[in-house]
Each structure stands twice: as structure tokens, then as C-alpha cells.
């Protein structure tokens, strides 16, 4: 059982490309998230997803797409880099327990992204 | 809506003495609160976690927390410091009133522990 899969672990970019990091996840979650992490200011979150062919915004969402085809892949878009993103992003996912509160999130390992 | 405040954002501590992490919530209705801690350059493992059971909650590594509903708190401790207890630590929270949103999270608290 792999979990919360995230690719690349790092990737360096120059300001103005656009790259997609890949999300998985093998546990059936309806629930999943992107957040950046920055220091001093814990996760924030960007894009999330309640489900198949439905997402909505979070804290910092600007700069940012997001798409769910699949209950198991959530791929974030950078659309055109800027330095002001580079941080470490991570995917995660989690369920509903059975009196609606969301449960515990699961983490991928992260990814770390310097935009020059 | 809701809101997660760690109270300091470092802690030292020496190795063998207790280790006290404060974390106040706000929340309209009955929340859900984790722990997470994250090593340096790694992904976070969830500690522990309350969710309207048990009030005083137990966790990996000799890690506990107490849910106190009148304080608005939900502080982690431990007894007796290792130096593998070094790391970062967040408090988090979920609630109904969250709607469709992810989980809420407090800034963190950088623990160091001193031979």
C-alpha cells in the first residue's frame, strides 16, 4: 500500500515555465489537498478537491490549477513560475468519519521546488 | 470559521526532562485536532489525534494530549525528552463548520532538545 505518492522530490525551475507535480493516492480517499510550506507560517493551503470533478480554492490559490479526473490523481499546475513560489508542496488525502468531521490527513513526502 | 494558534514557536528542552507544546483552537462547532510532527527534510507523521472520544489522548513516541473544551486548548506533552524528539511540531484542526475545506494549520512549534 503506497499511500500518498508525489512526484518530482525536487525540481528547479526558471521564472515564467510551467510544470505540473503528480499526486496519487491508493486509498480510496474522497478528499485531497495541495498546501505549500513555508518558514515560520506552517501549511497553507492552495487547491482542494471533495471529490472527482470538483475543486475549490484555498488560502493561496493564485498561480496556481488544479483538476480531479480520478479519485486517485490530484496534479497541481504551476502556470508561469515565479520566485515567490519556490517552497516544499505537499499532496494529501483523508475521508470523512461517519459524523461528517474529516478525519486524520495522509502526506506525501513533499516536493521541493526552486524557481530562479 | 476556524483558527489554530501554537504558542511558541520554539521550544528547548533537555534530554530526560518534560516537554510541554501549547496549542489553542477556535472552532464553532465540536472539532476534530491532530498532531503532527515533521523531521527535518522529511514528510509529517500524524502523533495523535481526538476526535470526541477520550479527552486525554495517547500517541506514538510517548506523546499525549488533552482536549479541554472550557480552555479552547489541546496542548501535547511528554514526560521525559529523547533527542530523536527533535523536530517540528503542528497543531491542527477540522471542524463542521469547515464546510468542504481542508484542515486548519497552526504556524508551528520547533522543538530542540539539549544533551
Known sequence: ?116 | AQSVTQLDSHVSVSEGTPVLLRCNYSSSYSPSLFWYVQHPNKGLQLLLKYTSAATLVKGINGFEAEFKKSETSFHLTKPSAHMSDAAEYFCVVSGQDTGRRALTFGSGTRLQVQP
Request: aromatic share 10%; with cysteine.
Open chain 1, 1 to 116: 500500500n503506497a499511500g500518498v505518492t508525489q512526484t518530482p522530490k525536487f525540481q528547479v525551475l526558471k521564472t515564467g515555465q510551467s510544470m505540473t507535480l503528480q499526486c496519487a493516492q491508493d486509498m480510496n480517499h474522497e478528499y485531497m489537498s495541495w498546501y505549500r510550506q513555508d518558514p515560520g507560517m506552517g501549511l497553507r493551503l492552495i487547491h482542494y478537491s471533495v471529490g472527482a470533478g470538483i475543486t475549490d480554492q484555498g488560502e493561496v490559490p493564485n498561480g496556481y490549477n488544479v483538476s480531479r479526473s480520478t479519485t486517485e490523481d490530484f496534479p497541481l499546475r504551476l502556470l508561469s513560475a515565479a520566485p515567490s513560489q519556490t517552497s516544499v508542496y505537499f499532496c494529501a488525502s483523508s475521508y470523512s468519519s461517519g459524523q461528517g468531521a474529516r478525519t486524520e490527513a495522509f502526506f506525501g513526502q513533499g516536493t521541493r521546488l526552486t524557481v530562479v
